[in-house]
């Protein structure tokens, strides 16, 4: 099992440069999220999905858009980008509440720089 | 509203020190609470957990009670090595699984 793989793992940007970031996760969870983390900030929500097809805000969702087509993948995207979405992002994975949520696994992160 | 209060770091520690952590919380309701570890250049790994008021959720060593009348949930270790060295993160759980993280305290420990 690959658990939760990322895509980049780094990147760079221009001011106004769209992008998509993919999270893929092989454990068949029902639940994923996008965070953000920055310094002295701890972790926090941009995203989140409770199953395929749905979509969630979290604490920070300004700026930035998710799908979920499928199960295993969730995508968060930058349509214009500014520098202060300059960031490390994490994608993570769990089981539903039917399973009594579980821990969330977190993948590897990709470093972003919007210059 | 939901919210971690953790120590701030940096915290460097001699090889074989006794560790502590303080965390301490605000939630509406009864949360789950946790403590995540993030090795450099890696994603957050669970290090253990607790889902109800006197719990204590234990892992490598390491241990941490849940003590709804402090509002706290410390992390502690008795004997540190240079392998623990890492960025750790307290976090609780509200809603659908969301989780609220505290902004992570450093230990690095020296031989």
């Known amino acids: 099992n690959a658990g939760v793989t990322q895509t980049p793992k780094f990147r760079v940007l221009k001011t106004g440069q769209s992008m998509t970031l993919l999270c893929a996760q092989d454990?068949?969870?029902?639940?994923m999220y996008w965070y953000r983390q920055d310094p002295g900030m701890g972790l926090r929500l941009i995203h989140y999905s409770v199953g395929e097809g749905t979509t969630a805000k979290g604490e920070v969702p300004d700026g930035y858009n998710v799908s979920r087509l499928k199960k295993q993948n969730f995508l968060l995207g930058l349509e214009s980008a500014a520098p202060s979405q300059t960031s490390v992002y994490f994608c993570a994975s769990s089981y539903g509440a039917s399973k009594g949520y579980n821990e969330q696994f977190f993948g590897p992160g990709t470093r972003l720089t919007v210059l | 509203g939901n919210s971690v209060t953790q120590m701030e770091g940096p915290v460097t520690l001699s090889e074989e020190a006794f560790l502590t952590i303080n965390c301490t919380y605000t939630?509406?309701?009864?949360?789950?609470l946790f403590w995540y570890v993030q090795y450099p250049g890696e994603g957050l790994q669970l290090l253990l957990k607790a889902t109800k008021a006197d719990d204590k959720g234990s892992n490598k060593g390491f241990e941490a009670t849940y003590r709804k009348e402090t509002t706290s949930f410390h992390l502690e270790k008795g004997s540190v090595q240079v392998s623990d060295s890492a960025v750790y993160f307290c976090a609780l759980r509200a809603g659908a699984n969301n989780l609220f993280f505290g902004t992570g305290t450093r230990l690095t420990v020296i031989p």
């Open positions: 939630a509406t309701g009864y949360p789950s």
């Open positions: 454990m068949n969870h029902e639940y």
